[in-house]
Nanobody, 123 residues
């Protein structure tokens, strides 16, 4: 069973921090790019960040300077550190792996979606 499981979401006040985890089972993440996505009610899913197999990273303009993506291949896990959170960051956050294991974020065909974890930023 190939699976990605997101965890670490919750309720936080504006300006607070959370660290999300994306843990893989049934396959190895080493050769895969991993993307983080989010979807707020009534909006389309948007890309948040991506980390390549060689640990190159990119970020959406809306989160640049506040979020950091990293990977620990020994734990088969990718993380998203979220700082200075804003109410606009409220969404369900999901992770996905590059389907073909080519490793690049550019033009990646993401698959192996997790169920997502809820992040709520509110006073």
């Amino acid at each position: 069973q190939l699976q990605l499981v997101e965890s670490g979401g919750g309720l936080v006040q504006p300006g607070g921090s959370l660290r999300l985890s994306c843990a893989a089972s049934g396959f190895t993440l080493d050769y895969h790019a991993v993307g983080w996505f989010r979807q707020a009610p009534g909006k389309e899913r948007e890309g948040v960040s991506c980390i390549s197999s060689s640990s190159d990273t990119n970020y959406a303009d809306s989160v640049k300077g506040r979020f950091t993506v990293s990977r620990d291949n020994a734990k088969n896990t990718v993380y998203l550190q979220m700082n200075s959170l804003k109410p606009e960051d409220t969404a369900v956050y999901s992770c996905s792996a590059d389907s073909y294991g080519l490793g690049s974020c550019n033009g990646a065909d993401f698959g192996s979606w997790g169920q997502g974890t809820q992040v709520t930023v509110s006073s």
